[in-house]
């Protein structure tokens, strides 16, 4: 299995401001996914990303407010753009398990936003 | 399309009490089937899964058995301790796109000593 970490790990953060969150892999993966968890809640996808092309996002969910980037094969980040409070979540990164279906998860971010 | 429904919780039970979670699936075809633990302040973990039917996943005392006459997956644990504390998740792979999972709503699971 993987081993992935997140930055940063927590974060507060103002209305109208911007953060970018980090994923490393310790090993090369295809594919990388991002997932939102609102409080108390399971798992949305937010998008897809695969190196060296632009990320397909779910429903509900525009580039222009989460953008992705995917420069190699063991390193993506999100971008939680223009955030309101009800950004407020813990966004996860996982990676597929190699032909398992599986998927491996880093530790998450928790993101406030007043 | 597939889906996942699973206990709703939260689930409170005492130390060495017997747990079982439901979680039963509609899918097209026979899915791997998993489940997930995200314990306090973590991201979700692997905790068992099943490949085909009448298999059975294990970890950590904890066991599910795939049925597909009945489209279920149940987690049991014989004997829970307190640090089981934690949201379990059923899933299984997107019928449409292998490479996404579905998720369950999740079960919260508190055990008190």
């Known amino acids: 299995s993987a081993v992935i970490s997140q930055k940063p790990s927590r974060d507060i953060c103002q209305r109208g401001t911007s953060l970018t969150i980090q994923c490393q892999v310790d090993?090369?993966?295809?594919?990388m996914f991002w997932y939102r968890q609102q409080p108390g809640q399971s798992l949305t996808l937010i998008a897809t990303?695969?190196?060296?092309?632009?990320?397909?996002?779910e429903s509900g969910f525009v580039i222009d407010k989460f953008p992705i980037s995917r420069p190699n094969l063991t390193f993506s980040t999100l971008t939680v753009s223009n955030m309101s409070p009800e950004d407020s979540s813990i966004y996860l990164c996982?990676?597929?398990?190699?032909?398992?279906?599986?998927?491996?998860f880093g530790p998450g971010t928790r993101l406030t936003v007043t | 399309g597939d889906s996942v429904t699973q206990m709703e919780g939260p689930v409170t039970l005492s130390e060495e009490a017997f747990l079982t979670i439901n979680c039963t699936y509609t899918?097209?075809?026979?899915?791997?089937l998993f489940w997930y633990v995200q314990y306090p302040g973590e991201g979700l973990q692997l905790l068992l899964k099943?490949?085909?039917?009448?298999d059975k996943g294990s970890n950590k005392g904890f066991e599910a058995t795939y049925r597909k006459e009945t489209t279920s997956f149940h987690l049991e644990k014989g004997s829970v301790q307190v640090s089981d504390s934690a949201v379990y998740f059923c899933?299984?792979?997107?019928?449409?796109?292998?490479?996404?999972?579905?998720f369950g709503p999740g079960t919260s699971l508190s055990v008190i000593p």
């Open positions: 899918a097209t075809g026979y899915p791997s």
């Open positions: 099943a490949t085909k039917a009448d």
């Open positions: 996982s990676v597929d398990g190699q032909g398992g279906y599986e998927q491996y």
């Open positions: 090993s090369q993966v295809t594919m």
């Open positions: 899933a299984l792979p997107n019928g449409t796109s292998y490479d996404k999972v579905i």
């Open positions: 990303a695969n190196q060296g092309s632009e990320a397909t996002y």
